[in-house]
């Protein structure tokens, strides 16, 4: 539906972009960097001037091709931080010049029995930024308004973009892990997404146990508060009520098991996860320990993740580089080199 939307006239018809042009390591640089037109906007999307998109482990799943591109020469990122700078005419609830997030989610269908029963993260026919539509890897995004978020007060530009993805998914995971109130938590990894569910569940009564091979990840660990802080083979100084599995690491899926207490519940955080070893049922399952996967979040969940954050003050810890640098950060993330969530300044607020 394109002309029935009033664009501002000082747009840019073309921008800078970084597309995943041929899926493979990241230290061989998988990203190209690529002029593209400005995204037209259809019917009820909103156009958003990049400020700040973090960097996913997804962005890097999908350029390394552990994730299949649904397209060739995608614009990857969904952890976009931005201002509106267009409104298709059938929009409500935005206005110029807000700051907003786009996020993973884009779009569901509303229709099928998950998207029915409060599940749409599980929608068939769901759509994701940066995988099915170009993502904020850009200088202008477009997303369906009814996907993206209203941000909280009280957080800058960084600190709010690795809210969208890390966060959010971290705060499903904690609530796939079942962790009973006042329970031992036990979290696998220390990235972006660990981090900040590391503070949701220590500001809801938990302790928490990390662990994780990077040294910087552990002091960062007891930083925030948690209880203890050890290798990622390690056993945990006491069992385990829940865990969340955030390391891609399928080796790690028989240790955690075994760090459960009885009736325990390991969350896997992951959209990709390399191959679990055989598990053994008395050791790692019997006595009522399950495990669960996670897949995407509901704009429930981003909604409730973001209230949260606007109410209980969280440390996002940041690495910050320069657009030019995308390709940089990607391979630094693959080589875990990354202390919290890397993120690409693209664009600076206000500027027409
Ligand atoms: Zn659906
Ligand atoms: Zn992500």
Redesign the pocket.
Known sequence: MLGSVPVRQDLPDDMAAWVVHEPGPAAGHPLRRKTLPVPQLSLGEILVRVLVCAVCRTDLHLAEGDLAPKSPDTVPGHEVVGEVVAVADDVVGFEYGQRVGIAWLRW?????H??QRGA?NL????RYTGWDADGGYAEYAAVPADYAYPLPTGYSDDELAPLLCAGIIGYRALRRAALPPGGRLGVYGFGASAHLATQVAIAEGATVHVLTRAGGARELALSLGAASAGQAYDSPPEPLDAAILFAPVGDLVPVALEALDAGGTLAIAGIHLSDIPELNYQRHLFRERQVRSVTANTRTDGREFLDFVATHHVHVTTTPYAFAAADQALADLAADRVAGAALLRIGSAGHG
Do not use: Q
């Not at 569901?108 to 099928?112: D, E, K, L, Q, Y």
């Open positions: 569901t269908c509303g229709r099928c998950y998207c749409e929608c068939p026919a769901s």
